[in-house]
């Protein structure tokens, strides 16, 4: 027989931004916790760039994405405020904006598009010249054609965010079980040692590994490889977001000094590689656009799994194992994790304390999709 481990009110399975908020709002609401995750704070939170960036990243086809992503990021404020007083860890989050810098005139023509649609939605956006943009940003290239400045984005350090989330459970109590999780039982979890933590009600919130509890469940990994370079501090003030002939690249400062520079969006599994082209490809494009970080040290190269579906919305809510435990999905958030961390942890919290669900997570069914 199986050892009964611990007997919490709620299992979180994974301990990723996601999990770990979860259970810290759960806990904030008086239910004890037990987080199970081999690596808390690994994965794809640990090679985030930690953007909350609803204005720059819309598209033409994610409309529910960006109504989510503001309700998201209009929590973002009391979500540090509440989780800096509890750790006493400072999250390094930041409100200069995203500036969305265009390299040639073909660039330039797609930023000017995506502005009008953007300002269809009643988005801020404002049409910056080259010379504007380096204004703002005097390491930008002089060749660079023009930009766009979204205000209202802003972004964190998401490794300081589970930094602080796993000294504010630890003070609430929460368990923390350092283990993988192999599937789900009529009373809780069976973890890879074949220990049991037992609990009435589990929260999913495992990224791409979701579907090995929840067969079904349509997620997939979006391989992304990142890179972090070290340099004096002060040398970018703000996100930069570029496109290079059509190729994607951004550039999150901190405020030590390091800028993330990222990231390929690749359909390959969980291939684990950093390869020479995606390095190449990363530097390339980022050294048109800001030539000097080529002298900056190469810190870090990471690879993490982004969990994706169909519709790039994330999977929110109850999830039903005929025979399992009573189960709640919280997975799915593709790019956008660290953004949508807040609201996804208010709903979660609500599922399971029985408060009312934000109506925006109402779009994040996880029985929307068809078998």
């Given at each position: 027989?199986?050892?009964?481990m611990?007997?919490?009110?709620v299992?979180?399975?994974?301990?990723?931004?996601?999990?770990?908020?979860?259970?810290?709002?759960?806990?904030?609401?008086?239910?004890?916790?037990?987080v199970?995750?081999?690596?808390?704070?690994?994965?794809?939170?640990?090679?985030?760039?930690?953007?909350?960036?609803?204005?720059?990243e819309?598209?033409?086809?994610e409309?529910?994405?960006?109504?989510?992503?503001?309700?998201?990021?209009?929590l973002?404020?009391?979500?540090r405020?509440?989780?800096?007083?509890?750790?006493g860890?400072?999250?390094?989050y930041?409100?200069?904006?995203?500036?969305?810098?265009?390299?040639?005139?073909?660039d330039?023509?797609?930023?000017?598009e995506?502005?009008a649609?953007?300002?269809?939605?009643?988005?801020?956006?404002e049409?910056?010249?080259?010379?504007?943009?380096?204004?703002?940003?005097?390491?930008?290239?002089?060749?660079?054609?023009?930009?766009?400045?979204?205000?209202?984005?802003?972004?964190?350090?998401?490794?300081?965010?589970?930094?602080?989330?796993r000294?504010a459970?630890?003070r609430?109590?929460?368990a923390?079980?350092?283990?993988?999780?192999?599937?789900?039982?009529?009373r809780?979890?069976r973890?890879a040692s074949?220990?049991?933590?037992?609990?009435?009600?589990?929260?999913?919130?495992?990224?791409?590994?979701?579907?090995?509890?929840?067969?079904?469940?349509?997620?997939?990994?979006?391989?992304?490889?990142?890179?972090?370079?070290?340099?004096?501090g002060?040398?970018l003030t703000?996100?930069?977001?570029?496109?290079?002939?059509?190729?994607?690249?951004?550039?999150?400062?901190?405020?030590d000094?390091?800028?993330?520079?990222?990231?390929?969006?690749?359909e390959?599994?969980?291939?684990?590689r950093?390869?020479?082209?995606?390095?190449?490809?990363?530097?390339?494009?980022a050294?048109?656009l800001?030539?000097?970080?080529?002298?900056?040290?190469?810190?870090?190269?990471?690879?993490?799994?982004?969990?994706?579906t169909p519709?790039?919305?994330?999977?929110?809510?109850?999830?039903?194992?005929?025979?399992?435990?009573?189960v709640?999905a919280?997975?799915?958030h593709?790019?956008?994790?660290v953004?949508?961390?807040?609201?996804?942890?208010?709903?979660v919290a609500?599922?399971?304390?029985?408060e009312a669900?934000?109506?925006?997570?109402?779009?994040?069914?996880p029985g929307?999709?068809?078998?």
């Amino acid at each position: 027989m199986p050892e009964l481990m611990t007997t919490p009110d709620v299992i979180v399975v994974g301990g990723g931004i996601v999990g770990l908020s979860v259970a810290w709002r759960t806990a904030r609401r008086g239910l004890s916790v037990a987080v199970v995750d081999p690596d808390p704070g690994g994965g794809a939170t640990h090679a985030s760039a930690g953007m909350l960036a609803p204005v720059s990243e819309v598209t033409y086809t994610e409309e529910p994405v960006l109504r989510l992503g503001l309700a998201s990021l209009a929590l973002w404020p009391s979500f540090r405020d509440e989780l800096e007083g509890d750790s006493g860890v400072d999250l390094d989050y930041r409100t200069d904006g995203t500036l969305k810098i265009a390299y040639d005139a073909d660039d330039m023509a797609y930023l000017d598009e995506l502005a009008a649609f953007e300002r269809t939605l009643g988005l801020r956006v404002e049409r910056l010249t080259g010379r504007e943009c380096r204004r703002l940003e005097p390491m930008l290239a002089p060749s660079i054609r023009g930009g766009m400045l979204a205000e209202d984005d802003a972004w964190v350090n998401p490794r300081l965010v589970t930094r602080a989330l796993r000294t504010a459970l630890d003070r609430a109590g929460a368990a923390v079980v350092a283990d993988r999780a192999v599937a789900l039982t009529a009373r809780g979890v069976r973890l890879a040692s074949d220990g049991v933590v037992a609990a009435p009600r589990v929260v999913v919130a495992a990224g791409p590994w979701s579907p090995e509890l929840l067969p079904g469940l349509p997620v997939r990994p979006v391989k992304g490889q990142i890179l972090r370079l070290r340099g004096p501090g002060g040398f970018l003030t703000r996100c930069v977001r570029g496109l290079v002939h059509g190729s994607p690249a951004y550039l999150v400062p901190r405020g030590d000094g390091e800028i993330t520079l990222g990231a390929t969006m690749e359909e390959l599994g969980f291939d684990g590689r950093v390869t020479a082209g995606g390095v190449y490809e990363l530097l390339r494009d980022a050294h048109e656009l800001v030539p000097g970080l080529t002298e900056m040290e190469l810190a870090e190269t990471t690879v993490g799994f982004r969990p994706g579906t169909p519709d790039n919305l994330p999977l929110i809510g109850p999830f039903d194992v005929p025979g399992e435990a009573d189960v709640l999905a919280a997975t799915g958030h593709h790019r956008n994790g660290v953004l949508l961390t807040p609201i996804t942890a208010e709903a979660v919290a609500a599922f399971l304390t029985g408060e009312a669900v934000p109506e925006v997570v109402k779009s994040c069914d996880p029985g929307r999709f068809p078998e």
